[in-house]
Structure formats: structure tokens, C-alpha cells
């Protein structure tokens, strides 16, 4: 089971970041952002991750894919808020 906290505080930040990232022009910071994020998912609850990357170990660490990962990952983090 995934502590609900986790979740909350995951959904949070992701949410926070991905709000400056999607209007961001500039490239550093969308660099910046990214690499937040994967600072953030190396020490998450692993369950967490695993469930919300639906098991792909490159989940949120690849640049052409972080967008839509992003993306995701808060839709994911959203349903799972609900469930809890």
C-alpha cells in the first residue's frame, strides 16, 4: 500500500513544476525542472514510482519523453489521490 502523504506530496510537487514548465520559454529552466523531477523520483516511495511509471525504470528521466511523462504521471498521481 502506498501511503496516502506520498501521494499528495508527489502530486504537489509534479503539479507545481509541470504549471512553470508547460509556459516556460526558456530552456534552462525547462532543463532545471526536469532535472527537480528526477532528483525527486530517485527518492520517492519506490512503490509510488513503480505504479505511476507503470514499471518503466525511465519513466520522467528521458528528455523527449518528460513532457508527456509529466503529463501522465499527474493523471496517475490524480486517480490515485481519488482511490485513497
Not at 512553470?20 to 530552456?27: G, I, M
Not at 525511465?58 to 490515485?80: G, N, P, Q, Y
Request: aromatic share 12%.
Amino acid at each position: 500500500m502506498i501511503p496516502r502523504d506520498s501521494i499528495e506530496t508527489a502530486y504537489c510537487f509534479f503539479h507545481q513544476k509541470w504549471r512553470v514548465y508547460e509556459h516556460s520559454t526558456l530552456d534552462w529552466q525547462r532543463d532545471d525542472i526536469e532535472v527537480a523531477i528526477a532528483d525527486y523520483v530517485d527518492g520517492m516511495n519506490p512503490l509510488l514510482y513503480k505504479t505511476i511509471g507503470d514499471g518503466n525504470a525511465e519513466f520522467l528521466r528521458v528528455h523527449r519523453r518528460f513532457a508527456s511523462d509529466m503529463a501522465l504521471a499527474l493523471e496517475r498521481l490524480e486517480r490515485l489521490s481519488e482511490e485513497s
